[in-house]
């Protein structure tokens, strides 16, 4: 039962370089997430795709883009990563947004030099 | 925009004391869930709360729901060294599509 697949799961960068985080889901979902978490400041959303075909910022979108490839797979890509991006980032998934719960993956977490 | 804030931030107790976390929304929910996070780990989903003044139990968990939905809890009795963790509720505005708000997170720590 693999559930929420993320790549990488650590990652360091230099200020100015682009990576793409990726991320899977094998249970049919139908929505996708992608949070950020810092110390002390919970989980913030970044982006997220309530169904294929369509994304929506979240909280904190700026600096982030998002892809939808399929209903299984939901990348985030940093195109000019920053010091202050770097944090762990959690890949979630729910069987569709309105009432459910939240399948995480187990994180990926990013250093930007 | 919505914030969901949680206290305490952190909380140490000594094992077999009891344990309560709360939560605060600024606006009224449609639901509240509360996640777990062992220390290294993700987060893993314990409950969903969707009516007014709600109560339900896991084992020694008691989670309840504002009258008002605006406030949560979740209250821990004998805590336990595998309690440790932090402790998340996350609310759902019934206006905001798909976007659940996380609060802050306690941290529980059990001294055995």
């Known amino acids: 039962n693999a559930g929420v697949t993320q790549t990488p799961k650590f990652q360091v960068l230099k200020t100015g370089q682009s990576m793409t985080l990726q991320c899977a889901q094998d249970?049919?979902?139908?929505?996708m997430y992608w949070y950020r978490q810092d110390p002390g400041m919970g989980l913030r959303l970044i982006y997220y795709?309530?169904?294929?075909?369509?994304?929506d910022k979240g909280e904190v979108p700026n600096g982030y883009n998002v892809s939808r490839l399929n209903k299984r797979e939901f990348s985030l890509r940093l195109e000019s990563a920053a010091p202050s991006q770097t944090s762990v980032y959690f890949c979630?998934?729910?069987?569709?947004?309105?009432?459910?719960?939240?399948?995480f993956g187990e994180g990926s977490r990013l250093t930007v030099l | 925009g919505q914030q969901v804030m949680q206290i305490p931030q952190y909380q140490h107790v000594q094992e077999g004391e009891d344990f309560t976390t709360y939560c605060n929304s600024s606006t009224t929910l449609s639901n509240i869930q509360w996640y777990k996070q062992r220390p290294g780990g993700h987060p893993v989903f314990l409950i969903q709360l969707v009516k007014s003044g709600e109560v339900k139990k896991q084992k020694r968990l008691t989670f309840q729901f504002g009258e008002a939905k605006k406030n949560s809890s979740l209250h821990i009795t004998a805590t336990q060294t595998t309690d440790v963790g932090t402790y998340f509720c996350?609310?759902?505005?019934?206006?905001?599509?798909?976007?659940?708000?996380f609060g802050g997170g306690t941290r529980l720590m059990v001294k055995p």
């Open positions: 979630a998934s729910s069987v569709s947004g309105r009432i459910g719960e939240l399948f």
């Open positions: 996350a609310g759902q505005r019934s206006n905001a599509g798909n976007m659940l708000t």
């Open positions: 249970m049919n979902h139908n929505s």
């Open positions: 795709s309530a169904s294929e075909g369509t994304t």
